[in-house]
């Protein structure tokens, strides 16, 4: 997950030397994956490959047999079906656990891909997905993911989806409730902002855990490594 191209763990800062030369602007970590943003808008991605979490169905080097230790393009898909049309632009990324996100174009539309078992992909469902997947949000002005809940703050108003079993969406009224799209008239700031009317969703089947887990194998030695 450092994208060293190894399994080594290390107790110095190393350069990722297969993004040297380019212009990184931000990187986001999850809990065994990363992922960077470049200046020109592009989108790179590496770690533990299980679930979907790392988006990159489409890249043609991609093998989903192996993790991935070097930094690997994220397909960017053109809004529209036309295959000459321009890739989406991103501007933000972010990373949870188990999960990333990213806004693109000059609408701030929200992508979000990975583990979605309790509907913190925003997605109106708890299915994942392996490549990044437009939502029904759009002017998103900025995202945090947690290791299960995903935060928006859209014009004024916060909003949240995903698994609320300790409170984490902030509803204020102690249930447990799992929201799949970010919960009308919860956590919602001035104006009261909702994406989509209808009653809380059933909460989701009981799973083995949040996500892949992954026990890094023993270090081995050498200068500057465990």
């Known amino acids: 997950q450092l994208g060293l191209g190894d399994e080594e763990a290390y107790w110095t800062p190393q350069v990722v030397s297969a993004l ?70 991103v501007h933000a990324i972010a990373a949870g656990h188990y999960h990333s996100a990213f806004t693109a ?10 583990v979605n078992v309790d509907g913190r992909l925003c997605q109106g469902d708890t299915t994942g997905r392996d490549t990044p997947t437009a939502t029904n949000m759009a002017g998103i002005r900025k995202m945090v993911l947690g290791a299960t809940p995903t935060l928006l703050i859209v014009a004024d108003n916060l909003m949240a989806c995903g698994a609320n079993d300790r409170g984490q969406l902030g509803p204020g009224d102690g249930s447990g409730h799992s929201g799949v799209t970010p919960p009308p ?5 001035r104006g009261g902002a909702r994406a989509r009317d209808g009653p809380d969703p059933p909460d989701p089947p009981a799973a083995s855990g949040d996500g892949p887990r992954h026990v890094p194998s023993a270090a081995r030695g050498g200068p500057g490594r465990r």
């Open 20 to 89: 040297a030369g380019l212009k990184v602007v931000d990187v986001k970590a999850g809990a065994h994956h990363a992922l960077a943003l470049m200046n020109d808008g592009e989108v790179y991605v590496w770690g533990h490959r299980a679930d979907g979490v790392l988006g990159l169905v489409g890249n043609a080097q991609y093998s989903a047999e192996q993790d991935v230790s070097v930094p690997m393009l994220l397909p960017l898909q053109p809004k529209d079906a036309d295959p000459a049309a321009e890739p989406r632009l």
């Open 105 to 114: 174009d000059t609408n701030g539309e929200l992508l979000t891909w990975g």
């Open 185 to 189: 008239g919860r956590c919602a700031g």
